[in-house]
């Protein structure tokens, strides 16, 4: 099987690609990691990447780039065309995808975000602000999940989801070790189930075609 040919996108440190790049290399995940694309041009997944031997590359702020917002999205979607993208995986991408970009992968942008969507999800939700609500409301579940993304902030169609116990002593810092935990395996997951192609997209239900095969 021919490895598809991935785009990560980053913002932060990058422990999801790494996880991901792990499980390329030792579950044998028909992928391969063509750039990483950075928001920020300190972010330490960039170092991950580097250390990889991944091209990486720094998207411009619209200050930067001619014709400010509309630079940055043709120079994001510029980048993954010219370089065969096939899937594009957010890994911790704080930026909202333009709608070019949406409408040139549809139902191949995939996203993992800390919680079990619809939960604690939508504009404004992300990172430790999750595990921080999740703490103060009390929840005694929690979880993550891989959708692709749509228009709508965390409300594309749901690939995978997993949950994660947790206890009355768990602080925010211990739910997010959890979660991340869980992120780690849910993430190359859904690349393999992707690039195996036993993905269907039906509006916003994802079958995962190699359960009907085992009934």
Not at 118 to 133: D, L, N, Q, R, T
């Amino acid at each position: 099987m021919r490895p598809i040919n991935l785009s990560i996108l980053i913002s932060g440190s990058g422990t999801n690609m790494e996880a991901l790049l792990q499980a390329i290399r030792e579950e044998g995940i028909p992928a391969r990691v063509i750039q990483v694309i950075s928001s920020d041009p300190t972010a330490y997944g960039l170092v991950r990447a580097k250390k990889h031997g991944i091209p990486v590359r720094v998207l411009p702020n619209r200050q930067q780039a001619d014709n400010g917002t509309a630079g940055v999205d043709e120079t994001l979607l510029r980048w993954l065309q010219e370089s065969g993208t096939e899937l594009v995986i957010l890994a911790g991408y704080l930026k909202k995808i333009p709608d070019v970009v949406l409408q040139a992968y549809p139902n191949r942008i995939m996203n993992i975000h800390p919680s079990l969507i619809p939960a604690f999800s939508g504009p404004g939700w992300y990172g430790c602000k999750v595990h921080e609500a999740a703490w103060q409301r009390g929840v005694k579940v929690s979880g993550a999940t891989v959708h692709f993304v749509n228009e709508e902030m965390d409300g594309g169609p749901i690939i995978l989801q997993q949950t994660v116990m947790l206890e009355d002593k768990d602080s925010p810092e211990a739910i997010r070790q959890k979660v991340l935990a869980v992120e780690h395996r849910l993430l190359p997951r859904a690349v393999s189930l992707f690039a195996a192609g036993k993905l269907q997209v039906t509006g916003r239900r994802v079958t995962l075609l190699e359960e009907v095969n085992e009934e």
